[in-house]
């Protein structure tokens, strides 16, 4: 079993609709947990930090369930821009171990 | 304005040969990695330091060589004992204090003629 999991994908969906990313991970000391955006043929860019609480940037959310090992990115109304791979980056107590996900792509189509 | 560079952005190695990419930041990170992106696939350590002149293997070490002389610099050698060096490379660094994630460098795309 992988330590990061994430939905294989590709997803396919049309302009505003709602899209769920989902990745779980496997080592309980896991400590930090990001979202990465990729755009094709180009680095991995901060998308959004992820805490317990659930945090919120415009049309993205992002949860973390520590119970469950399990951490979730939520685009609204999707727009043809947010094309491209979403990376799931869990980091480990001491922070030297950090484990990303293969991604899951997405299409965004008018 | 803070960054990390890399360079060159593409790079074609013959067989046999050595090859040194460069990656610089000026974030003032004390950690900075090497990783490498096969296509469709997820990225996989090569190389990792913490501290100037201290660096670990991650996953993927064999047939690579890194340095780190200075706090901005942390160099990757691909050398000829690397059978399949075609990728992309991915330089990253971070504050391991703080915890905010990687920036990453903007890649080094080598392929092997």
């Known amino acids: 079993r992988k330590e990061v999991e994430q939905d294989p994908g590709p997803f396919n969906v049309p302009e505003g609709a709602t899209v769920a990313f989902n990745c779980t991970y496997s080592n309980s000391a896991s400590q930090s947990f990001f979202w990465y955006r990729q755009d094709c043929r180009k680095e991995p860019k901060l998308l959004m930090s992820v805490y317990s609480s659930g945090n919120e940037d415009g049309r993205f959310t992002a949860q973390l369930n520590r119970a469950s090992q399990y951490i979730s990115l939520l685009i609204r109304d999707s727009k043809l821009s947010d094309s491209a791979t979403y990376l799931c980056?869990?980091?480990?107590?001491?922070?030297?171990?950090?484990?990303f996900g293969a991604g899951t792509r997405l299409f965004v189509k008018a | 304005d803070g960054g990390i560079t890399q360079s060159p952005k593409y790079l074609f190695r013959k067989e046999g040969q050595n090859v040194t990419l460069s990656c610089e930041q000026n974030?003032?990170?004390?950690?900075m990695y090497w990783y490498r992106q096969d296509p469709g696939q997820g990225l996989r350590l090569i190389y990792y330091?913490?501290?100037?002149?201290?660096?670990q293997k991650g996953d993927i070490a064999e047939g690579y060589s890194v340095s780190r002389e200075k706090k901005e610099s942390f160099p990757l050698t691909v050398t000829s004992a690397q059978k399949n060096p075609t990728a992309f490379y991915l330089c990253a660094s971070s504050n391991v204090k703080f915890n905010y994630g990687y920036t990453f460098g903007s890649g080094t795309r080598l392929t092997v003629v």
């Open positions: 974030l003032n990170h004390d950690a």
């Open positions: 980056v869990v980091i480990y107590t001491g922070g030297f171990k950090t484990i």
């Open positions: 330091s913490q501290i100037v002149n201290d660096f």
